[in-house]
């Protein structure tokens, strides 16, 4: 790169760094174990050290272990957990590294209500950034849901100073405490990185001389960072002509030597992304195998996934060639991907070496691992680590903001939307989730997809609380005012909308897969058949629209049970294309149902969640029906004629919802299943 230009990025970035804040300075140099003065006596001669760079990733505002939709505690995520991780890492580790590798601003109620209920002032930290400042960021790069609330807010909540149409470059804000690091996104004003492409941290680090002896010692951390390229798509309304972005390969393949050249000893890449064993592209959403072999990056730190590395489970997550989930490697690099949420944080113990004039990382003597918040004691109760009391009182009163917030009412429903009896054809609380993914996909696709414009968009949900923990483990919205949280407890999961590409016979295969909810019933067995099998209920994906019908046939073995599957009053056509709304962890993990469901279907990938497309939805829809969003029912049992009862159970005193929902089959048998989790017995009548 041309000495002038290097010049203009140093003065571009200059007012960036000093919105950065002194007070964030000094709690990173404390963060590498000492003062920053290095020990003169040691300087020449070889010494060690290890360095722990500690990760925190997709964060998503979950700073508190608290669920906003259901109004309660969730002690297996929140930052405020990982918090004390950060502070027992740095009792064991003299030299500390911690960074956060995006996603950090979107994700919950809180964060929803800082940027759009009630946007923060110029002069406030979100609270996420703010919890985060207790612990002394050193370092941090932007994901995508950086981008979700457009660039004038994400300006304001980094400090200000960005160059990109739309936003005021002069604005002076609190910022978020860190350097905030991002070198593959670029202005289309400028040409330049919309953020700083990385930060060369000066520290000191206590190390241990060839004699045993402590000394402390200089050295110059580069960190970089890179983020999705999908962000082009996913946020194209708020990013389309403003920036671009470029692979995070060829960024690294420019910065790093830049980096080397400024004196850098090691180089930190924060990766947005994660391992895809694809070919190589600019726009690839997960690069981490390639950008691990860009020379000059010492160590890498991954997310976007949700996943973990290293993963020593007997399946691990990510098992592609120059994946060492052992070593901790990627192509010999040490990383980590600490999950999400808080649920655990990433160690990167660097071995490092300094021969006299000049350290180096001896990436065989490091060690990369996960440390999670939740573990199992001898009886194999679930524990949890505790939370850092310094975390809770710094966001308190925005976070009793957002409950109340949560408590908004957005609609309401004239009949009680209810999983009761999902599993023996009530859509009541399945088809507004439906409508509103297709609804989703559909105007995604018309907008930015047109080689699929003509195909038709359907979707598929699930009961995803159908009684497994007991008799109020059942979505049960009341009839009346519908809130904020009432529309999330219609989804229940924090997944995201996909939409796949399958064929007829593909949604044939999906539909049998999905029958394995149902036991095989012997129409001559005099004696009590339980109707529903172990086959998890968040897995029977259904249709719910008048367009799809089919019946179960459950006296068929599984595969076998699909009958009369028709699309518009006809056959479907098994060759005929179709796009379906669905969510990723089906789109991806998704291949005991079909194989299409590997990830290779997906034809787009939303950063949007499914339960706040569902939120969105009602907000558009407020007055909620039975015979608008809750009356389509897809799909019946074949009629067949048992000498015995088919039987299910149920919660209790819930025959009024069954009724309600025209299932005049379903009757009460007893009111006491004996499990001892407060369910009751039903009989069905498969001849109606």
């Known amino acids: 790169m041309p000495l002038r230009h290097l010049h203009s990025l140093n003065r571009y970035f200059l007012s960036r760094r000093l919105a950065l804040g002194t007070l964030a300075s000094a709690a990173l140099l404390a963060a590498c174990g000492g003062s920053d003065s290095a020990d003169a006596a040691g300087a020449g001669q070889p010494a060690t050290a290890t360095l722990a760079v500690l990760e925190t990733t997709d964060l998503h505002f979950n700073v508190r272990s608290y669920d906003y939709f259901k109004l309660a505690e969730d002690k297996t995520y929140g930052f405020e957990r990982t918090a004390t991780l950060v502070r027992q890492a ?58 979700n609330y457009g660039l004038p ?19 002076k804000c609190a910022g978020n405490g860190y350097p905030a690091v991002l070198a593959n996104v670029y202005s289309s004003k400028t040409g330049k990185p919309l953020v700083q492409p990385y930060a060369l941290l000066q520290r000191t680090l206590v190390a241990r001389s060839s004699d045993g002896k402590e000394v402390r010692l200089p050295i110059k951390i580069g960190v970089i960072g890179f983020t999705t390229p999908g962000i082009m798509s996913w946020d194209k309304r708020h990013l389309d002509g403003k920036v671009y972005t470029e692979g995070a390969v060829e960024s690294a393949q420019k910065y790093v030597p830049e980096l080397r050249a400024k004196g850098a000893d090691i180089v930190v890449a924060l990766l947005h992304g994660g391992l895809d064993g694809s070919a190589y592209s600019p726009t690839m959403e997960n690069p981490g195998l390639y950008l691990s072999r860009v020379a000059g990056i010492d160590a890498m730190v991954m997310g976007h996934q949700h996943s973990v590395f290293p993963d020593p489970s007997a399946k691990p997550a990510f098992s592609q060639a120059g994946v060492d989930n052992a070593a901790g490697t990627i192509n010999g690099v040490p990383a980590v991907m600490a999950s999400s949420w808080g649920k655990a944080l990433g160690v990167i113990q660097l071995a490092l070496h300094w021969d006299g004039k000049a350290w180096s990382v001896d990436k065989s003597g490091s060690k990369s691992e996960l440390r999670n918040i939740q573990a199992k004691d001898a009886a194999g109760a679930n524990v949890f680590v505790d939370a850092d009391p310094a975390v809770a009182p710094l966001i308190e009163s925005q976070h009793q903001a957002a409950i109340q917030y949560v ?11 209810s999983t009761l009896f999902a599993d023996v054809g009530d859509p009541g609380a399945i088809q507004i989730v439906n409508q509103a993914q297709q609804a989703h996909v559909a105007e995604y696709v018309q907008a930015n997809l047109p080689q699929y414009a003509q195909l038709p968009v359907l979707s598929v949900s699930a009961p995803f609380k159908s009684g497994f923990q007991g008799g109020k483990d059942f979505t049960d919205v009341a009839q009346g005012p519908l809130a904020i949280y009432n529309a999330a407890d219609l989804y229940l999961y924090p997944n995201t909308v996909y939409a796949v590409k399958v064929n007829g016979a593909d949604i044939k295969d999906w539909l049998e897969a999905a029958a394995q909810r149902f036991n095989r019933i012997d129409v001559n067995n005099a004696q009590d058949q339980q109707l529903i099998s172990s086959f998890p209920g968040y897995n029977f994906d259904m249709f719910t629209t008048p367009d799809v019908q089919y019946e179960i046939d459950v006296t068929q073995a599984k595969g076998s049970r699909i009958r009369n599957l028709s699309y518009k009053g006809q056959p479907i056509d098994l060759r005929q294309e179709f796009v379906i709304a669905t969510n990723n962890y089906r789109a991806t993990s998704g291949k005991s149902f079909i194989a299409k469901l590997d990830g290779s279907s997906t034809i787009w990938a939303s950063p949007d969640a499914n339960r706040d497309v569902v939120i969105k939805y009602v907000r558009a829809h407020p007055q909620v029906t039975r015979a608008a969003n809750g009356a389509a029912r897809s799909w019946r049992f074949t009629p067949v004629k048992t000498a015995g009862n088919v039987v299910f159970s149920s919660g209790p005193d819930a025959i009024s919802v069954a009724q309600a929902a025209g299932l005049d089959g379903v009757s009460l048998l007893a009111a006491d299943d004996g499990s001892g989790k407060g369910m009751s017995v039903y009989r069905i009548d498969l001849s109606r």
């Open 90 to 147: 740095r009792k064991e580790f003299a030299n500390t590294l911690l960074v956060d590798n995006g996603d950090t601003i979107q994700g919950t109620a809180l964060a929803d209500y800082e940027a759009e209920v009630k946007p923060i002032a110029c002069s406030q930290q979100l609270s996420m950034y703010k919890a985060m400042g207790a612990l002394g960021f050193d370092a941090g790069t932007l994901g995508n849901h950086e981008f």
């Open 407 to 417: 408590k908004t009412p957005i609609g309401s429903t004239d009949f009680r939307m």
């Open 153 to 171: 807010f994400l300006n304001q909540v980094l400090g200000g100073g960005m160059e990109v149409d739309g936003v005021d470059a002069a604005q």
